[in-house]
T-cell receptor, first 112, second 115 residues
Framework: DAKTTQPNSMESNEEEPVHLPCNHS???????IHWYRQLPSQGPEYVIH???SNVNNRMASLAIAEDRKSSTLILHRATLRDAAVYYC?????????????FGKGTLLTVNP | GAVVSQHPSRVICKSGTSVKIECRSL??????MFWYRQFPKQSLMLMAT?????????EQGVEKDKFLINHASLTLSTLTVTSAHPEDSSFYIC???????????FGEGSRLTVL
């Protein structure tokens, strides 16, 4: 799997927007960008994914750079329950290899 | 969304014993499941890929005789940690692949403590 680079940690205040960056300069044309998050002592939870266009769902928005070498996960109004480790992962849609390789992710702290 | 359940969520065992962890897809059939291990303050490490009706594929460095994986049905995969030792204490997480959309859903995790 292509490598992604994320900041180790970020901090936000409650009810403010959060922008979590991810660099993936070696992304291939068939790689989808996936975001998962993991709350303490729980399994990862799917957040959002996209290929080229920006994506929105009830949890977050995903902004993908035009050259696809970076992306940003946007939480529009952070809550205390959004405190988690956020993983940006590339997953090849062209083959049959569906396994996800996790990096270190970004630990998001939300201050009340 | 799809639900994947693991059991037990927590288990404590004595060194030298074997422990079985179950991973079930509750509302969909999963031909492929994945097992991960996570040590404190570290990321998830993929251990093996479990395919229904065939032998599991293990990642490099994972002992297949120590971590036995059985995927006997489309909704159940089991991970057995044989002759467990304290260094096997970890958070074990499974994920299941849905057939149609190809999305991955994760279980809640099982925390193993070997005394």
């Amino acid at each position: 799997d292509a490598k992604t680079t994320q900041p180790n940690s970020m901090e936000s205040n409650e009810e403010e927007p959060v922008h979590l960056p991810c660099n993936h300069s070696t992304i291939s044309g068939t790689d989808y960008i996936h975001w998962y998050r993991q709350l303490p002592s729980q399994g990862p939870e799917y957040v959002i994914h996209g290929l080229t266009s920006n994506v929105n769902n009830r949890m977050a928005s995903l902004a993908i750079a035009e050259d696809r070498k970076s992306s940003t996960l946007i939480l529009h109004r952070a809550t205390l329950r959004d405190a988690a480790v956020y993983y940006c992962i590339l997953r090849d849609s062209g083959g049959s290899n569906y396994k996800l390789t996790f990096g270190k992710g970004t630990l998001l702290t939300v201050n009340p | 969304g799809a639900v994947v359940s693991q059991h037990p969520s927590r288990v404590i065992c004595k060194s030298g014993t074997s422990v079985k962890i179950e991973c079930r897809s509750l509302d969909f059939q999963a031909t492929t499941m994945f097992w991960y291990r996570q040590f404190p303050k570290q990321s998830l490490m993929l251990m093996a890929t479990s395919n229904e009706g065939s032998k599991a594929t293990y990642e490099q460095g994972v002992e297949k005789d120590k971590f036995l994986i059985n995927h006997a049905s489309l909704t159940l995969s089991t991970l057995t940690v044989t002759s467990a030792h304290p260094e096997d204490s970890s958070f074990y997480i499974c994920s299941a692949l849905t057939g149609g959309s190809g999305e991955l859903f994760f279980g809640e995790g099982s925390r193993l403590t070997v005394l």
